[in-house]
């Protein structure tokens, strides 16, 4: 899991640049297979319920990334905690309803030990 800092450059808007952990970001924790099923129960059932959100333009500050055994990236979850929009790789990006964002924010913040502003 990473968190990137506050002074990234606008071409650091995600965890994973060219394939590798942007230079900004900060590796928080590795996720053992409890905190993945978690993850993925929350995830899981994509509900958006047209909550209002804010206009922005995500920057992803929070998120996951995921290795092979080779140490490569393989895959990843940029997270905007701001609008709730939500970026994978394989490339898919959707915005979360206020519940589930509540849910995945308190489980980084206390599952995890994850600074979520």
Do not use: W
């Not at 995600?14 to 996720?31: F, N, V």
């Not at 993850?39 to 059932?45: F, T, V």
Request: proline share 4%; net charge negative.
């Amino acid at each position: 899991m990473g968190r990137l800092a506050e002074e990234f450059s606008l071409g650091e808007r995600s965890l994973i640049l060219e394939g590798k952990m942007a230079r900004t970001a900060e590796k928080i924790k590795d996720l053992t297979s409890d905190d993945i099923q978690a993850i993925n129960s929350i995830l899981k059932e994509y509900r958006n319920n047209n909550d209002p959100s804010p206009n922005c333009m995500p920057f992803y500050r929070d998120g996951l990334i995921f290795y092979g055994e080779d140490g490569q990236v393989v895959s990843y979850i940029n997270i905007c905690f701001q609008c709730g929009f939500i970026d994978t790789n394989p490339r898919y990006a959707f915005i979360y309803n206020s519940d589930q964002l509540r849910r995945l924010k308190f489980f980084f913040r206390e599952g995890l030990g994850h600074p979520v502003e």
